[in-house]
């Protein structure tokens, strides 16, 4: 039996931090959802993309996008994102979920690639994603490079299983937490997988307007991670402003 694979973009306007951060300008007039879209149409065609977002008034602006660049975008509760999430798997008839932060405009390619052919070389498990040199998985790092997969069966289970709210805001939170399920976390490259001091997602204003400038070097480096690394490292205030956000908001 084939199963069927899609991308799951999670988005909102609500955020406290910095309200409507994923439709702000971000680099030149794209926004970072605009971004992110296009990163997966361009490499990942073949793949269908879903941006979900919440009920709530003030993401009319997200379906509204998403419409006039015609991505199928799907609503559901606004603080329960599992059940959004297993919603909008059931509508679209997926099995397997590749889940995309809308506030990682640096997510990387080659990483989903290799995630992608990490998740194939171990089928049976429920949750694929990358981990740090002290067993973190990546999305509980700050660095926005990468996605994780899991599978829409998983995500039923958790719910049966829990409906504390920082698992079903949270949505992977609870599978990589118990033993009970089959997580498979693959290193992260050593460049990486050491380091605690670089940030490049986007919570509240610093972050943004910071990373749109290291964004900028990004793209005019060939969008490549360790060469803009090194320029961060060779520009102190961006990193102590790193790392001043990354005490700020540890997870």
Not at 42 to 61: F, G, Q
Request: proline share 3%.
């Amino acid at each position: 039996m084939n199963k069927s694979i899609a991308f799951f973009i999670q988005a909102r306007t609500g955020s406290t931090r910095l309200p409507n951060k994923v439709l702000l300008p971000f680099d030149e007039e794209t926004s970072i959802l605009g971004i992110l879209i296009k990163k997966l149409q361009i490499h990942y065609s073949e793949i269908p993309l879903v941006v979900c977002t919440s009920s709530a008034t003030n993401d009319d602006a997200i379906v509204t996008f998403c419409e006039n660049i015609n991505v199928n975008c799907f609503r559901g509760s606004e603080n329960n994102v599992l059940e959004r999430f297993i919603s909008a798997s059931k509508h679209f008839e997926t099995d397997i979920i590749i889940r995309i932060c809308a506030d990682n405009p640096f997510l990387d390619m080659g990483f989903v690639a290799e995630l992608l052919d990490f998740y194939n070389e171990n089928p049976k498990a429920h949750y694929w994603s990358f981990k740090n040199a002290v067993d973190v998985p990546a999305i509980k790092t700050h660095f926005g490079f990468f996605a994780e997969i899991v599978t829409t069966k998983t995500l039923e289970k958790v719910s049966e299983l829990t409906s504390d709210a920082l698992y079903t805001e949270h949505v992977t939170n609870f599978i990589y937490s118990n033993t009970f399920f089959n997580s498979q976390l693959k290193a992260m490259p050593d460049f990486l997988k050491y380091r605690d001091d670089l940030r490049f997602t986007i919570d509240d204003s610093t972050d943004f307007e910071l990373l749109k400038e290291v964004y900028h070097y990004y793209k005019e480096n060939n969008y490549s991670i360790v060469k803009t690394i090194l320029w961060v490292e060779k520009n102190p205030l961006l990193l102590k402003n790193m790392v001043a956000n990354i005490k700020k908001y540890s997870k």
